[in-house]
């Protein structure tokens, strides 16, 4: 009976409970979730991760993701030349299960996600606009909000007892704004925790 109770406990003990990471993100962002084109972004995620069983875990996910463009445009009126900043984000908080092979033992762990919760898109523009409008230019800020996904995967290799390398991780990573879907992808690589 001391026997099973030792192998019961070895058992319990064979995978990491608790993992966290840190990563360095490039996303796209669709031109339909409001900006102009299909842009790119940069920009970092966090995940904290409990398993409750050796393959299977809650996971808790959240990323933003920046771009700021320049751009001049041409006027009829002085100034001539008028300089326009416009800054994006992507943001996402997320939570849902994940499904890897976490025994300690092992050296490359796949992994799959399905995360949902909100995601929140971002502009605002400044500039050296006409006086007549430049309270407009200044003043403008679009931003929503809407019901957004994260279904994806990646793989992490063992680099120490207690750290591991994301080597890869991508995610189609929907966001659902005023009956539309922008169709956004994830792309990430980073520090894993254990």
Request: net charge positive; aromatic share 12%.
């Amino acid at each position: 009976m001391l026997s099973v109770l030792a192998v019961s406990g070895q058992n319990a003990n064979d995978y990491n409970k608790i993992e966290a990471s840190g990563n360095y993100l490039f996303q796209r962002a669709d031109s339909s979730g409001g900006f102009n084109d299909n842009s790119w972004f940069n920009g970092f995620n966090g995940s904290a991760t409990r398993n409750f069983s050796r393959y299977f875990g809650v996971k808790f996910d959240i990323s933003a993701a920046f771009k700021k463009q320049s751009f001049i445009q041409n006027a009829i009126t002085p100034p001539n030349l008028r300089n326009f900043t416009v800054k994006s984000s992507v943001y996402n908080y997320l939570g849902g299960i994940q499904i890897k092979d976490n025994g300690k033992e092992k050296k490359v762990k796949p992994f799959a996600h399905f995360l949902v919760g909100v995601g929140r898109i971002k502009q605002t523009l400044s500039g050296n606009c006409p006086n007549d409008v430049q309270s407009i230019c200044n003043s403008y800020n679009f931003s929503e909000t809407g019901f957004a996904a994260a279904i994806g995967g990646g793989i992490d290799v063992k680099a120490s007892e207690r750290i591991s390398i994301r080597a890869i991780q991508a995610d189609y990573n929907p966001i659902q704004f005023n009956g539309g879907t922008s169709n956004n992808f994830r792309l990430m690589i980073g520090i894993v925790f254990h």
